[in-house]
């Protein structure tokens, strides 16, 4: 039962083209892990997080316009007065870094995968030019990267920044609170759709596979938060994701074997599956699934 609740949180993203429409508005929500960690959801971006820590907070992709970050800022006042120190993006779409602009980049740090940084000015899905060519971007790109591994340490708390590999785009970044066993995931799962991978920031639907085994297997996580579902997940839900993309992948494989073309295959999943669908052909066809 707990798919179709989150199907109920489905939120369609086109990467690169999420507008901020005032009707939509869902206002920001904390919710708490922990004394020191909260996932917030709602608000215009993607799911964030906040870990107070004893040396200053982290901010885990904050929210991407005025009135979200705003909010998001009250909220964090009524908890605790320590000044903002690190922010932390989980891969370079536009709802996940916009948000480094409301943060002053002489007193934060900006840390994400080494790919992810080069990702800020990749072409956006459509071909445009990232925003983030603009010189008035530049104070807020990541000034720390990491390849596989960076620890933050906090008091008697650590924080560690992973990576597992290709996945939603090359440079995804894995977010864990080993005390709160919660794992921030960025886009690598995003339930009620599967928009898979963007290949124009080198994603692959084969590698996310593996790679969300990979994190699986690493992490004693029990708590899972991802950049849209309205919710904590656990680890069974992310279980399930991981069979669920692998079953689509072996029947798109299957159907390809048997002579259908991509409109033909289309065909059979809905609309919120298409973008996953149309990547695993191509993955397939061109032969970049390196199964
Ligand atoms: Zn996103």
């Given at each position: 039962?707990?798919?179709?609740?989150?199907?109920?949180?489905f939120?369609?993203i086109l990467?690169?083209?999420?507008?901020?429409?005032?009707n939509?508005?869902?206002p920001?929500?904390?919710?708490?892990?922990?004394?020191?960690?909260?996932?917030?959801?709602?608000?215009?971006?993607?799911n964030?997080?906040?870990?107070i820590?004893e040396?200053?907070?982290?901010v885990?992709?904050?929210?991407?316009?005025?009135?979200?970050?705003?909010e998001?800022?009250?909220?964090?006042?009524?908890?605790t007065?320590?000044?903002?120190?690190?922010?932390?993006?989980?891969h370079?779409?536009?709802?996940?870094?916009l948000?480094?602009?409301?943060?002053p980049?002489?007193?934060v740090?900006?840390i994400?995968?080494?790919?992810?940084?080069?990702?800020f000015?990749?072409?956006?899905?459509d071909?445009?030019?990232?925003?983030?060519?603009?010189?008035?971007?530049?104070?807020?790109?990541?000034t720390?990267?990491?390849?596989?591994?960076?620890?933050?340490?906090?008091g008697?708390?650590?924080?560690?920044?992973?990576?597992f590999g290709?996945?939603?785009?090359?440079?995804?970044?894995?977010?864990?609170?080993?005390?709160?066993?919660?794992?921030?995931?960025?886009d690598?799962?995003?339930?009620?759709?599967?928009?898979g991978?963007?290949?124009?920031?080198?994603?692959?639907?084969?590698?996310?596979?593996?790679?969300?085994?990979?994190?699986l297997?690493?992490?004693d996580a029990?708590?899972?938060?991802n950049g849209?579902?309205?919710?904590?997940?656990?680890?069974?839900?992310?279980r399930?994701y991981?069979?669920?993309?692998r079953?689509?992948?072996s029947?798109?494989?299957?159907?390809?074997?048997?002579?259908?073309?991509?409109?033909e295959?289309?065909?059979d999943?809905?609309d919120?599956?298409?973008?996953?669908?149309?990547?695993?052909?191509?993955?397939?066809t061109?032969?970049r699934?390196?199964?």
């Amino acid at each position: 039962m707990k798919h179709l609740k989150i199907l109920i949180y489905f939120i369609i993203i086109l990467p690169g083209s999420l507008t901020a429409r005032e009707n939509d508005y869902i206002p920001v929500r904390f919710e708490k892990i922990s004394e020191s960690l909260y996932v917030i959801f709602g608000g215009h971006g993607a799911n964030s997080g906040l870990f107070i820590g004893e040396n200053g907070l982290i901010v885990i992709d904050p929210k991407m316009n005025q009135r979200a970050i705003n909010e998001f800022f009250e909220k964090t006042a009524l908890i605790t007065k320590i000044p903002f120190r690190y922010i932390i993006n989980t891969h370079s779409d536009p709802d996940h870094i916009l948000g480094n602009r409301f943060f002053p980049p002489e007193y934060v740090t900006y840390i994400a995968h080494e790919n992810c940084r080069r990702e800020f000015t990749e072409p956006n899905w459509d071909g445009s030019q990232s925003e983030w060519k603009s010189p008035e971007y530049a104070p807020y790109f990541p000034t720390v990267t990491f390849r596989d591994k960076l620890d933050i340490y906090s008091g008697g708390k650590k924080i560690e920044l992973r990576y597992f590999g290709i996945g939603h785009t090359s440079g995804d970044a894995v977010i864990y609170f080993p005390d709160e066993k919660t794992a921030f995931l960025g886009d690598q799962l995003v339930l009620g759709h599967k928009p898979g991978a963007h290949p124009y920031k080198g994603g692959n639907t084969f590698e996310n596979v593996r790679t969300l085994e990979r994190m699986l297997s690493a992490l004693d996580a029990e708590k899972f938060v991802n950049g849209h579902v309205s919710e904590v997940l656990d680890r069974d839900t992310v279980r399930d994701y991981i069979a669920d993309m692998r079953r689509i992948q072996s029947n798109i494989r299957a159907k390809i074997t048997m002579g259908y073309t991509l409109i033909e295959i289309r065909n059979d999943y809905s609309d919120r599956m298409k973008m996953f669908v149309d990547n695993v052909y191509r993955e397939i066809t061109e032969k970049r699934d390196h199964n």
